[in-house]
């Protein structure tokens, strides 16, 4: 088994208690938890150790997009039993340990906001409204403009 393997399987037996089916990029498959298996997660490809240590929900939500992973089974459930774990991925001492205690201050909140929203306003006006505000419209017709709506 290499070593990228063995770090996931270090996380996901500590993840689960509930069944679940792991099928590696290379083929390898472990299941972890006992019981009648209902879900399954396949790796399409390796996901880097640093991102899922920086934050481990955000990169296995985007892998899930993005299809470097998929899911065979209920989502809602998968995320259930991952979180109800008390030594879950995201409360292993040996995994958390290794990430830095995240800081909110003012430097950090800036550079947050640029990184979601300082895309440029063209995107936004694909969906915004002419004031460039968010807003909840309700659509009577399906050619309605935004500001009727």
């Given amino acids: 088994m290499n070593i990228l393997i063995k770090?996931?399987?270090?996380?996901?037996r500590k993840s689960f208690d509930k069944p679940i089916k792991v099928i590696y990029w290379n083929g390898v498959e472990k299941t972890y938890g006992k019981g009648s298996i209902k879900i399954a997660i396949e790796?399409?490809?390796?996901l880097k150790l640093i991102d899922?240590?920086?934050?481990?929900?955000?990169?296995?939500?985007?892998?899930?997009?993005?299809?470097?992973?998929e899911?065979?089974?209920?989502l809602k459930e998968l995320m259930l039993m991952a979180f109800?774990?008390?030594?879950?991925?995201?409360?292993?001492?040996?995994f958390k340990s290794s990430i830095k205690a995240q800081r909110h201050d003012r430097e950090k909140s800036i550079?947050?906001?640029?990184?979601?929203?300082?895309?440029?306003?063209d995107?936004?006006?694909?969906?915004?409204?002419e004031g460039m505000n968010y807003s909840c419209a309700y659509f009577k017709e399906r050619n309605q403009?935004?500001?009727l709506a």
């Fill in 7 to 12: 770090a996931y399987d270090e996380i996901l």
């Fill in 43 to 46: 790796f399409n490809t390796p």
């Fill in 52 to 69: 899922l240590k920086k934050d481990p929900t955000l990169t296995l939500a985007e892998a899930y997009m993005d299809k470097k992973l």
């Fill in 71 to 74: 899911i065979e089974g209920s």
């Fill in 84 to 94: 109800s774990k008390a030594e879950s991925f995201t409360e292993s001492t040996k």
């Fill in 111 to 121: 550079e947050n906001i640029k990184y979601h929203y300082d895309i440029g306003n």
């Fill in 123 to 129: 995107f936004y006006k694909l969906w915004l409204d």
């Fill in 145 to 147: 403009e935004l500001e």
